[in-house]
T-cell receptor, first 115, second 114 residues
Framework: DGGITQSPKYLFRKEGQNVTLSCEQN?????MYWYRQDPGQGLRLIYY???????QKGDIAEGYSVSREKKESFPLTVTSAQKNPTAFYLC??????????????FGPGTRLTVL | DQQVKQNSPSLSVQEGRISILNCDYT??????FLWYKKYPAEGPTFLIS?????DKNEDGRFTVFLNKSAKHLSLHIVPSQPGDSAVYFC?????????????FGRGTQLTVWP
């Protein structure tokens, strides 16, 4: 089945450690996105990429890094510089070909907890 | 600065009644609007959308209305069912520099009680 997978579902990290969240899609979508959800904050955009080897900062990129070496993969690294990393992280993808109004499809999310 | 606003963090409705969720936006470049539904610990799922060339789009129990002059849209759910209890996010996108990304509101928690 086509879709977006995120792993792991739950992740625990000690303070001061970097951690990488996985996001893979087999929808052949051009664009991929990382969001963070906190209670009462909605979905805030961290990074997004519209083509391979290119990505842009979103609204809250500080303390995060990404790479887009393959069309289907867009891993997010939460670095030790991120002051409040505990959150629910969501990955999404979107088809940019043809229709300009295609919706974003979301993965199931990863809950990151910093101990 | 929040470009998409959902000013009601929560809404409680009795089963069978209408639920109306509201959303306002500030950027006049937005021309495509979406509603997503989200259950706890899951990713949002797309519900319904509307283009700025329309003022209404209907899909079963769900209808979205767009008032461009007021920069306001609303989602109507009729009749409401307990399974509709979730957080609803309004989102917007547009051509030009914003192409490809969505701007989300903070969400409204809908609770439908029997």
């Amino acid at each position: 089945d086509g879709g977006i997978t995120q792993s792991p579902k739950y992740l625990f990290r000690k303070e001061g450690q970097n951690v990488t969240l996985s996001c893979e899609q087999n929808l052949n979508h051009d664009a991929m996105y990382w969001y963070r959800q906190d209670p009462g904050q909605g979905l805030r955009l961290i990074y997004y990429s519209q083509i391979v080897n290119d990505f842009q900062k979103g609204d809250i990129a500080e303390g995060y890094s990404v790479s887009r070496e393959k069309k289907e993969s867009f891993p997010l690294t939460v670095t030790s510089a991120q002051k409040n990393p505990t959150a629910f992280y969501l990955c999404a993808s979107r088809d940019l070909s043809g229709r300009w109004d295609n919706e974003q499809f979301f993965g199931p999310g990863t809950r990151l907890t910093v101990l | 600065d929040q470009q998409v606003k959902q000013n009601s963090p929560s809404l409680s409705v009795q089963e069978g009644r209408i639920s109306i969720l509201n959303c306002d936006y500030t950027n006049s470049m937005f021309d495509y609007f979406l509603w997503y539904k989200k259950y706890p610990a899951e990713g949002p799922t797309f519900l319904i959308s509307i283009s700025s060339i329309k003022d209404k789009n209907e899909d079963g129990r769900f209808t979205v209305f767009l008032n461009k002059s007021a920069k306001h849209l609303s989602l109507h759910i009729v009749p409401s069912q307990p399974g509709d209890s979730a957080v609803y996010f309004c989102a917007a996108s547009g051509r030009g520099s914003t192409l490809g990304r969505l701007y989300f509101g903070r969400g409204t928690q809908l609770t439908v009680w029997p």
